[in-house]
């Protein structure tokens, strides 16, 4: 499969003066490419000879006004994939990405991820939150894009266990070693006390880490299963409330129900996270999650707003044709 443009070319190029005349290449490369005439009909169009129309569109090449891709046809199925599913759950775009054997689904899913952020178009003295979890936590370990000075912040504090992928602060220093930016770091438990809540609230070192959530030009998060079927969850979050058993995921420890609506289990109101409806206004909230146990989350999540665009492998993507009603 292949796609073309006609565009101007760049200023700055290396590339040799041209023979003919910029304005009568970019013409041509035009009629031939956008509009898919012949080269025997552009030939008329120009008044010239149909060997010139042929230099023409050699020299549109040459000068990068004309580029050709050559996309393999799995990765042109599974962009038609996602933009089918992005319609689907009226998200602004699905990255979808193929499993590997033997692979994590977070290293699996991180090239998709990497391509996300780099269309994010962050710039220095950007805000990009992150939350915690372990599919994030395996694709922040492989490749991500240059992002030169952007400021990555733990959206979460950090729970009692020891896995790395529970500790955001861990998972934020990684990601900006990563792509070459700074870290913020959250000296705070993700699911303290009522009396404890409130001195960290009080805390002018939490609170200038607090505020630049409201600030964040990009947010990237996990989307949890269901507490009922979860492998792994904080031992502090209370598995037999009756509260919880409507949930069918969550965000950053603030867990919703099918309908989006937040499920506040006891003791939940002190969350240390961003909530859900600051989720909601951030630009650009990235959800990366992937399984059948997710996919009413991931549904939930997208129907109530709280992200904007979805990478996950391509059976969930098919699963959530399938399973979710069209939005």
């Not at 949930?247 to 859900?276: K, M, N, Q, T």
Request: net charge neutral.
């Amino acid at each position: 499969m292949t796609s073309t443009s006609a565009r101007p070319a760049r200023a700055g190029t290396s590339a040799q003066p041209s023979q003919h005349d910029p304005s009568v290449v970019l013409h041509a490369a035009q009629l031939y490419y956008r509009d898919e005439l012949t080269q025997d009909v552009v030939a008329q169009r120009l008044s010239v000879s149909r060997a010139t129309v042929s230099r023409l569109l050699a020299e549109a090449r040459r000068l990068g006004i004309v580029r050709i891709e050559v996309v393999p046809p799995e990765q042109a199925d599974d962009a038609d994939l996602g933009e089918q599913v992005a319609r689907h759950l009226g998200l602004q775009r699905v990255w979808v990405a193929r499993s590997v054997r033997g692979i994590s689904t977070g290293a699996s899913l991180a090239p998709q991820l990497s391509d996300a952020l780099a269309t994010a178009n962050l710039r220095p003295g950007d805000v990009l939150l992150l939350a915690a979890g372990q599919t994030l936590h395996e694709a922040a370990h492989t490749q991500l894009p240059s992002m030169p000075g952007v400021l990555t912040v733990p959206a979460v504090g950090g729970m009692e266990e020891p896995d790395a992928w529970y500790q955001s602060n861990e998972i934020a220093r990684h990601v900006a070693e990563r792509i070459g930016g700074r870290v913020k770091l959250l000296n705070a438990p993700a699911l303290p006390s009522a009396q404890l809540h409130q001195r960290l609230l009080d805390e002018p070192s939490i609170r200038r880490v607090t505020e630049l959530w409201s600030q964040a030009r990009c947010a990237v998060v996990g989307v949890g299963a269901p507490p009922a079927v979860r492998r792994s969850i904080a031992s502090s979050v209370p598995l037999a409330s009756e509260a919880l058993r409507s949930a069918v995921g969550d965000l950053c420890l603030r867990f919703f129900d099918r309908a989006g609506a937040p499920v506040v289990f006891p003791g939940g109101e002190y969350v240390f996270s961003a909530d859900l409806e600051l989720l909601r206004r951030i630009p650009i909230t990235i959800a990366v999650a992937a399984g059948r146990e997710k996919i009413e989350g991931i549904v939930a999540a997208a129907r109530a707003g709280y992200i904007d665009e979805l990478v996950t492998d391509r059976q969930s993507a098919s699963d959530l044709l399938e399973q979710a009603p069209p939005a």
